[in-house]
T-cell receptor
Framework: EAQVTQNPRYLITVTGKKLTVTCSQN?????MSWYRQDPGLGLRQIYY???????DKGDVPEGYKVSRKEKRNFPLILESPSPNQTSLYFC??????????????FGPGTRLTVL | AQSVTQPDIHITVSEGASLELRCNYS??????LFWYVQSPGQGLQLLLK??????LVQGIKGFEAEFKRSQSSFNLRKPSVHWSDAAEYFC????????FGAGTRLTVKP
């Protein structure tokens, strides 16, 4: 089954404790992206990647890191989480063939709470 | 910079009634526009998209949207709403950098 998976689905942590949220897709998509969803703000893009070793900032990259060492994986790293990073996080992927405007397939989300 | 505004935070319609969800965008060139739906506790699913050509686009689940350049709008419509359409709807614009509206939550009354 074609899908985007994220782990963990739920995470409660404390300020300053490094964490990684994994994202993996099995559709051989070139493009992957991370979003955070907050009430009243919709989704805001954190980082995106057009292919292996190619990443770029979205609108809200501060406090986050990403890496793209393999095509299928795009982990989101919070080196020193703070309470304002409490949010619902989504990973998404899409093809790039034909242009960067194909349907994005979203993972199920990771709900992160930073105390 | 690109931006998207969804003026309605919450809309309630009766089952069987028609629906229109508003979306206004700000973009310097021809926009790439999308409508996504998010059911409770789920990720987002694409309903439809517009890049060029016919300004009325058809999507899944009986939804359609009309691109109006003069009004900078891309409103989503459905002629007859079903209870299963209750969800949150997001309009989005962009290419590599995607910008989403704040969303419109749809409640369907029996």
């Amino acid at each position: 089954e074609a899908q985007v998976t994220q782990n963990p689905r739920y995470l409660i942590t404390v300020t300053g404790k490094k964490l990684t949220v994994t994202c993996s897709q099995n559709m051989n998509h070139e493009y992957m992206s991370w979003y955070r969803q907050d009430p009243g703000l919709g989704l805001r893009q954190i980082y995106y990647s057009m292919n292996v070793e190619v990443t770029d900032k979205g609108d809200v990259p501060e406090g986050y890191k990403v890496s793209r060492k393999e095509k299928r994986n795009f982990p989101l790293i919070l080196e020193s989480p703070s309470p304002n990073q409490t949010s619902l996080y989504f990973c998404a992927s899409s093809e790039l063939a034909g242009g960067p405007y194909n349907e994005q397939f979203f993972g199920p989300g990771t709900r992160l709470t930073v105390l | 910079a690109q931006s998207v505004t969804q003026p309605d935070i919450h809309i309630t319609v009766s089952e069987g009634a028609s629906l229109e969800l508003r979306c206004n965008y700000s973009y310097g060139a021809t926009p790439y526009l999308f409508w996504y739906v998010q059911s409770p506790g789920q990720g987002l699913q694409l309903l439809l998209k517009y890049f060029s050509g016919d300004t009325l686009v058809q999507g899944i689940k009986g939804f359609e949207a009309e691109f109006k350049r003069s009004q900078s709008s891309f409103n989503l419509r459905k002629p007859s709403v079903h209870w299963s359409d209750a969800a949150e709807y997001f309009c989005a614009v962009g290419e590599l950098v995607m910008r989403f509206g704040a969303g419109t939550r749809l409640t369907v009354k029996p």
